[in-house]
């Protein structure tokens, strides 16, 4: 149990990045050794059933699609014992789609270049009206990471131009390093892709401040990432729904802060219809109690 008190997390929190772990000297996590594959997660996959797209309404006669077993990987890494496990080693090598889990890299790239100058500036809502109620209204990065607010992160995009967005992503060392496709929804529906090993390279280096990019920003955007703190420990991830890939792919990726470990993780799953997106973090959760990082 922590001693402090949860309405300081955001402080001490910021204080524990730099400071529970010796930061490592790193090379990529998916080119190591160390991963041990347990095909036993497979399991928590398969008592899951995930429903198939609704059948067009223009069908004469409507079909009744049958529910199927969830399917996707899951990727923990253990800081402590610089150990990495997963339930399918040839999936959490394969690209997908970031989708929202890029918000993270855009979020960095907007604060570094002066795009977004701190977590309070508002982003006004531009007036229309979208599906998702959340999105219509001002902004700011907390609550548009929060929120996973896609207008704000195109616009984001947009000021920070195609040459600089290939420059920042190629010096992060991002996935394929392809922007190509759209500038304002490349990581929605381009050229761009990230594995699940990579994800974690990447959220590894985010962790102990090794991207390239200031202090500031990647402890503002570790901020912006926060998603659970109890006396227990602190979630900090970010989802994503690659709706326009096929099959669509859904993500959670982040890590779990311990007194005295960070265990990093990061699924992807097949996910035909939206109704199964609680299932991201419902299996991932079941994971980590499996291998009792969380209680």
């Known amino acids: 149990m922590r001693s402090f008190a949860i309405s300081t997390v955001l402080v001490m929190s910021s204080l524990l990045a730099s400071s529970i772990i010796a930061a490592p000297t790193f090379a990529s996590t998916a080119a190591k050794t160390e991963w041990q594959e347990t095909r036993s997660w497979d399991a928590i996959f398969t008592q899951h059933q995930v429903e198939p797209q609704q059948a067009k309404q223009q069908q004469a006669k409507p079909q009744k699609n049958k529910s199927q077993q969830a399917s996707g990987v899951v990727v923990l890494w253990n800081e402590n014992k610089q150990q990495g496990y997963t339930n399918n080693l040839k999936r959490a090598n394969q690209g997908f789609l970031p989708a929202s889990t890029f918000k993270i890299p855009n979020s960095l790239i907007a604060l ?10 508002v982003f006004k809502w ?14 700011n990065l907390i ?34 390093e392809d922007i190509s496709g759209n500038l304002d929804s490349f990581w929605l529906d381009g050229g761009i892709r990230i594995s699940a090993t990579e994800q974690i390279d990447f959220l590894r280096r985010l962790y102990h401040n090794k991207i390239h990019a200031s202090e500031r920003s990647q402890r503002i955007v570790k901020q912006a990432m926060l998603t659970e703190a109890n006396g227990d420990y602190i979630i900090r991830a ?5 709706v326009r890939a096929e099959p669509s792919i859904g993500w959670w990726v982040g890590w779990v802060e311990l007194d005295d470990n960070v ?24 994971v980590l109690k499996l291998e009792h990082v969380i209680p």
Not at 112 to 121: I, P
Not at 146 to 162: D, H, L, M
Not at 238 to 242: E, H, L, V
Not at 264 to 286: C, H, S, V, W, Y
């Open 112 to 121: 570094e270049l002066g795009v977004v100058k701190d977590e309070h500036q």
């Open 126 to 139: 531009d007036g229309k009206s979208r599906d998702i109620a959340t999105w219509n209204r001002n902004h």
């Open 143 to 176: 609550t548009g990471m929060k929120y996973s607010v896609v207008p704000v992160y195109q616009e984001f995009a947009r000021q920070i131009g195609e040459a600089r967005m290939s420059k920042m992503i190629a010096s992060f060392d991002y996935g394929n």
């Open 238 to 242: 970010k989802t994503g729904y690659a």
């Open 263 to 286: 265990w990093f993780f990061a699924m992807n799953m097949d996910i035909p219809d939206a109704a199964g997106l609680p299932l991201r973090q419902a299996i991932t959760k079941e």
